[in-house]
């Protein structure tokens, strides 16, 4: 089962490693940042489901690092401050903020206002995300990942994919999945092209290729994802 991936941005050491422990308490896995450049590290290495993000850094402000984000990706992200000043609230929420948090606080309103996100930002989350086992697709990103590892696709190998996971269950023909692949860029997709993507995209996304769990031959039909797609 994939947990939820959170990242938090604190400098505050001993604050960090207490939500560090109840999130983790709470099923989530959490990476910290002390820094704004670890955080961007972070970020463009890894692909998280929510962003906990303070505002005062040794190295520069919060709201620089949501700005940052904001041009890359839609992570929900919720501020944790202790400036409840009302300008420091309306910037933060202007510039992409999606909550924010006023310290000190009690854990179980931070655990209350993180689940309050996640619901919130479910529906576009979930038009943007297919999961299935451990395979994470980012529609609008076009990026795949195994084991919360980005995989590299070809325009093909990835259309492939999104295609049998938009279909979960479902045996699909051969000429079915090829009038699909018809055409990507200006080229016939033929019989034995197929043959060679799925056994390619089988290596980079089956843990045993030659004994797959996710895309399973349909003998005299053509081929089945055979595992649930969340999303």
């Not at 700005?67 to 890359?72: A, N």
């Not at 084991?147 to 994919?161: A, R, V």
């Not at 079915?176 to 056994?199: A, M, P, Q």
């Not at 996710?214 to 649930?228: F, M, N």
Request: a negative charge; charged letters at 30%; proline letters at 3%.
């Amino acid at each position: 089962m994939i947990k939820i991936q959170v990242l938090l941005v604190e400098d505050d050491t001993t604050l960090a490693m207490g939500i560090e422990y109840s999130l983790k308490n709470e099923g989530y896995d959490v990476d910290i940042a002390g820094t704004l450049s670890k955080g961007k590290d972070l970020i463009n290495n890894k692909d998280y489901d929510l962003i906990l993000l303070d505002i005062m850094l040794p190295d520069g402000s919060g709201f620089e690092l949501c700005e940052y984000i904001r041009k890359h990706r839609l992570t929900p992200i919720i501020f944790l401050t202790a400036q409840d000043e009302e300008v420091n609230i309306v910037m933060g929420l202007d510039i992409g903020g999606d909550d924010y948090i006023t310290k000190p606080f009690r854990i179980r309103e931070l655990i209350s206002r993180i689940k309050a996100v996640l619901r919130r930002t479910s529906n576009n989350i979930q038009r943007s995300i297919l999961v299935s086992g451990e395979i994470r697709l980012k529609v609008l990103e076009s990026k795949v990942y195994v084991k919360g590892e980005l995989i590299q696709l070809t325009p093909s190998e990835y259309k492939l994919l999104t295609f049998l996971m938009n279909h979960p269950y479902q045996a699909l023909s051969r000429a079915k999945i090829l009038e699909n692949l018809w055409d990507i860029h200006g080229d016939f997709v033929d019989d034995n092209s197929l043959s060679v993507y799925i056994r390619r995209l089988r290596e980079k996304i089956e843990e045993d290729p030659s004994n797959p769990q996710y895309i399973k031959t349909v003998r005299g039909i053509g081929y089945i994802w055979d595992l649930e797609v969340r999303g």
